[in-house]
């Protein structure tokens, strides 16, 4: 675990460090301590763009990481995950909704020239949406047990939300479309400096709570009726995991786009890094993991010392995805399956 702590602190300092502008290490230590630098305009390039995109780049990923570790909890099913299940496409429809309505035509990004409170607005749409899509997967688990199957469904779902936001696209100004289609792929350098306050506010709350769940968590590893035999009201903690999942994954997608692979594949690396399925160790280590994660994805993205940018979807995607797949076969060598 301190080891994660360490690497995430290092990550971060590489995350103000690297970029297409050399700054010295103590210019950038001078600056963040308050001390002013030589040149004005590495001030500005720290305070209006590293800074912002590394925290928003750690809250990011450590929410997603528990996001995911909560649902493959929640539905005992290794392959769950925000992005695989629909819960991102549809933050997406809430985002997509609430921005065309409002008719901000002529913003150069999706979420620009939003005020606090329109970004607390644009948070809790995506949180509505994820959850909307989360609270059907819900009522279809009830009636279907088998895990494939209700895989495939969140998929339909996702789909689903992804239809609906293609039309309204389809209605929107030209401009408005591009602005989607940059947001869809996936980035941590978007984000004003009131919705980063957004974003880390409903981070450190959720994350703060999803800890006071980890008895519950550890009870439903058991099964639902050794659950109920312990005592565990099923509603009411379904409910809670339910509302944490959607506002964790729903607030991040509003303000960095959807960003896949991070919540399926850190429980994995979690579970096998320390070899336990005790939440008690796999939360922290998860939002250290996720952390560290998207923070390693984005410095990659960024292409340090070129000024070219490259899709965070893409990078996160092609990190997690090996991941997943050498865990599903380092389990079968072993003759084990991949489980919660």
Not at 134 to 156: D, E, F, P, Y
Not at 172 to 194: K, M, N, P, V
């Amino acid at each position: 675990m301190i080891f994660l702590l360490l690497s995430l602190i290092i990550l971060f300092f590489l995350e103000l460090v690297l970029g297409s502008v050399a700054i010295p290490y103590p210019e950038i230590v001078r600056i963040l301590t308050g001390q002013g630098s030589s040149h004005d305009s590495w001030i500005m390039i720290i305070y209006n763009f590293r800074l912002p995109k590394a925290m928003v780049g750690l809250c990011a990923g450590a929410c997603l990481a528990i996001a995911g570790l909560f649902m493959q909890t929640l539905f005992r099913n290794p392959l769950a995950g925000p992005d695989v299940l629909g819960l991102s496409a549809g933050a997406g429809l809430g985002v997509a909704i609430v921005v065309l309505s409002a008719g901000t035509a002529g913003a150069s990004s999706i979420l620009g020239n939003l005020g606090f409170f329109g970004s607390v607005g644009i948070a809790i749409a995506a949180s509505f949406g994820s959850g909307l899509v989360l609270l059907m997967i819900l009522a279809v688990s009830k009636r279907v047990q088998n895990s494939m199957t209700l895989l495939i469904l969140g998929l339909m779902f996702g789909y689903t939300a992804n239809s609906f936001i293609s039309i309204l696209m389809h209605f929107a100004l030209a401009e408005r479309i591009q602005a989607y289609t940059i947001w869809s792929f996936g980035s941590f350098g978007g984000a004003t400096w009131d919705q980063i306050q957004v974003l880390v506010l409903f981070a450190v709350l959720g994350l703060i709570y999803s800890i006071s769940l980890i008895k519950h968590l550890n009870v439903l590893l058991l099964g639902d009726q050794y659950a109920e035999s312990m005592g565990l009201d099923l509603i009411r903690t379904r409910n809670k995991i339910f509302i944490i999942t959607a506002v964790l994954s729903g607030v991040v997608t509003a303000f960095c786009g959807p960003i896949g692979f991070i919540g399926i594949s850190v429980p994995h690396l979690c579970r096998a890094l320390f070899a336990t399925a005790n939440h008690c160790i796999l939360i922290p280590a998860c939002i250290l993991l996720g952390a560290c994660l998207a923070l390693t994805a984005d410095i990659i993205a960024s292409v340090p010392g070129y000024s070219i940018t490259l899709p965070l979807n893409a990078i996160t995607s092609l990190i997690g995805a090996p991941v997943v797949i050498w865990i599903i076969f380092s389990k079968s060598r072993n003759g084990m399956e991949v489980s919660v």
